[in-house]
């Protein structure tokens, strides 16, 4: 469970009697700022010794922390110890069983540079990263995939989550499609690839001479100015991107570690004097003031991941390439590099690495350079020993929704010991003061996150019924806005989005609505839409949120589509419905000319003034409901069905005994389950069905709850 408080719906009334838009405008933040929540603040600490070994033993009365200068009274405390077979004996003998849940798991975003690197070094990142994951994490590690391309910029791949084999499968399809270029260097090897389609085998000693002397032309192309331009524009790209990242990142509570594949910001970008200057440098007459610019820009990108608690793990894969060649048994690339007419001493060659720029953002932010890229398990396992033992220190504070920040110092009594602890955290502040940046985090945090790290989201049912239309498999979506739950989320303006998952959590669905009418929530309403989708098993999920305050609610349901048969009997999933008037449907995918409900009843024909869908459950009073349950014949002609129903009461399991009264039409069964004076509990329908002529049987079930 995150401890960051849920924002408020703040509602401020304009007053007649001020002077002025200024005055109102104070008095606004004056309100704001006395905004108070009471919560429980967490903060991640590492302890090592001189050496840099986790110290693991540690107890609540070793720390002091301080919050603004005051100290507090911690008063909760977790110790969390992971170990893994690549951990050092010590630690794993120190090793403790930790309590389930954790409050604050490990964070870790796996950051693919792509503009600022080579075929190479990405290949050598991926076996690295996957080496991380599948030796290095615990089940309970949160991991993102993060990736920067010169054409699409900054991507966020995938958000943090706990399923590792999503996290595996997506870092094995990371490949030649993702890589557009590094940014103004051109490596020669890069370009050859992607003419190539991406096949790694290797060209003829003609080819090679071929790409070195369209190497060579490129390479004077871009020193004669345009080039170093587009190369610094890249570069300021970049750090505007991930600045805005971190941004976001800060209202996520705890350490966000981000481990880095690239190969850096040259030095001739922000550190590059008229000493070490180049003739071809000076050729494009580049200011020192440009340089200057460059750096400021890049430590103010580092001082936003140290405020977000984001260290950085910077490794460095230059000269990967070479290294994977070998591996591959083409030792003839090992002279093919950039630099091979340059030593590798030389100013020249000094300039265009990036081991400074990695050096500096790993040190600003908290984090540590790793340059020796031939060794690359051994630093993610180095960076599971630096990340796999720490603590949590919990205490009150009096919360402010006003955005500042605060600065933590956490030290321990005990002599030696090197402490790591986050620097500070940032206010919670109301969701119009969010950047779009930030809102597009929010949505995903709470699309994607099973736990969003944003705040918690309202839990409501929704119904998905898979059904077959023209030969085609569709999937019906749809939730209920009398969910009591809803009226703590619904505003002015409001977002809806309809997701489906597939098994490897690709979103195969999508669909986004705006409603900015206010009524449209406050009647028994049923949002809806109707996705096609190709036979297999989906995660659908629905969420709703206030544009004005962030409130939100979310709705989740697993999914499976059979497939179409051309010939053969099938029965789909049933809709349940109980007696209630003057439903109201709402399509949100509906034509301008087509009626709320006529896409509905297309698929589930029924009585909108008399029943409507169960979704939340039935009360005990309710005296029946009405079961529809569509089938497939194929090319089967002259069909004959006998169907036949169980209903089991849980948790006693008790078949309840009911009369089946079924009516077909229009290849739909229609049955009623008397269901007055049920006990309150959950009750399992099954519904069994054979077709007599090719004795093909096909059954389905599904779920009600009866309430007190």
């Not at 000094?350 to 890229?373: E, I």
């Amino acid at each position: 469970m995150y401890l960051l408080v849920i924002i408020g719906i703040l509602i401020f009334m304009t007053n007649p009697g001020l002077s002025s838009n200024h005055d109102q405008e104070e008095k606004l933040q004056e309100e704001l700022a006395q905004e108070v929540t009471v919560t429980l603040k967490l903060i991640q600490v590492y302890v090592t010794d001189r050496e840099g070994t986790p110290i693991t033993d540690l107890t609540k009365d070793d720390f002091e922390l301080k919050d603004n200068g005051k100290i507090k009274n911690i008063t909760d405390f977790e110790r969390h110890i992971l170990s893994f077979p690549s951990v050092k004996t010590e630690i794993q003998k120190m090793a403790v069983e930790l309590p389930e849940p954790k409050r604050m798991p490990r964070k870790f975003f796996l950051f693919f540079d792509f503009a600022f690197n080579d075929l190479g070094g990405i290949n050598m990142a991926k076996e690295a990263a996957r080496h991380f994951v599948e030796t290095q994490i615990d089940p309970t590690d949160e991991v993102g995939v993060l990736a920067y391309s010169t054409h699409r910029g900054l991507r966020l791949h995938e958000y943090l989550t706990t399923d590792h084999r999503k996290i595996r499968d997506l870092i094995n399809d990371i490949g030649i499609k993702e890589i557009l270029g590094r940014a103004g260097r051109l490596l020669d090897e890069q370009q050859m690839q992607l003419r190539r389609g991406g096949e790694w085998s290797l060209p003829d000693g003609k080819m090679i001479e071929v790409v070195e002397r369209e190497s060579r032309a490129m390479r004077e192309d871009m020193m004669k100015g345009g080039g170093m331009m587009e190369f610094r524009h890249q570069a300021l790209h970049f750090t505007s991107a991930i600045k805005d990242m971190a941004k976001a990142l800060r209202y996520i509570p705890g350490y966000k570690h981000i481990i880095l594949f690239s190969t850096g910001l040259p030095n001739w970008l922000m550190y590059r004097t008229s000493v070490e200057a180049t003739p071809q440098l000076n050729k494009v007459n580049i200011a020192g003031s440009n340089s200057a610019d460059m750096r400021r820009r890049y430590e103010e990108m580092s001082r936003e991941l140290a405020a977000a608690n984001s260290p950085v793990y910077a490794i460095n894969v230059e000269g990967m390439y070479a290294d994977f060649m070998q591996r591959e048994g083409r030792t003839d690339f090992e002279r093919w590099t950039f630099d091979r007419e340059q030593p590798s001493t030389g100013i020249e060659a000094r300039n265009w690495r990036g081991v400074t720029s990695l050096s500096n953002l790993a040190n600003d932010t908290g984090g540590k350079y790793f340059d020796n890229t031939n060794s690359a398990d051994k630093i993610v396992e180095e960076i599971q020993t630096m990340t796999g033992s720490y603590y949590v220190l919990g205490y009150p504070i009096s919360e402010k929704w006003d955005g500042k920040y605060h600065n933590i110092k956490v030290a321990v009594k005990r002599k030696g010991c090197k402490v790591y602890a986050q620097r500070g955290y940032y206010n919670p502040k109301p969701f119009d003061k969010y950047s779009d940046l930030e809102k597009k985090i929010h949505l995903i945090d709470m699309a994607l996150s099973d736990s969003p790290h944003f705040g918690n989201c309202v839990n409501i049912p929704m119904a998905v019924i898979p059904h077959e239309s023209g030969r085609i498999s569709k999937a019906l979506m749809m939730f209920s806005t009398s969910v009591q739950s809803m009226r703590e989320v619904i505003g002015e303006k409001t977002e809806i989005v309809f997701l489906v998952f597939d098994e490897k959590q690709n979103i195969v669905g999508l669909q986004e609505f705006a409603v900015d009418d206010p009524d449209f929530f406050r009647d028994d309403v049923f949002p809806y839409v109707i996705l096609p989708l190709y036979p297999g098993r989906f995660e659908c999920r629905i969420v709703i949120r206030n544009t004005e305050t962030g409130r939100g609610a979310v709705a989740s349901s697993l999914l499976f589509i059979p497939r179409v048969s051309k010939a053969g009997f099938k029965l789909y999933p049933p809709v349940l419905l109980k007696p209630q008037k003057n439903t109201k449907f709402v399509s949100l995918g509906r034509q301008k000319d087509e009626q709320d409900a006529s896409a509905l009843l297309e698929v589930f024909p029924f009585d909108v003034q008399k029943f409507s869908p169960i979704i939340e459950g039935i009360d005990s009073s309710v005296a029946k409901i009405l079961v529809l349950t569509r089938c497939a014949f194929g090319e089967i002609a002259g069909a004959e069905v006998k169907m036949s129903a169980r209903l089991v009461h849980q948790p006693s399991g008790e078949d309840i005994p009911m009369e089946i009264k079924l009516a077909y039409e229009n290849r739909m069964f229609s049955l009623e389950i008397p269901t007055e004076g049920f006990k309150p509990g959950k009750y399992f329908l099954y519904l069994f069905g054979e077709e007599l002529n090719t004795r093909a049987k096909s059954n389905v079930n599904t779920h009600f709850v009866v309430r007190r």
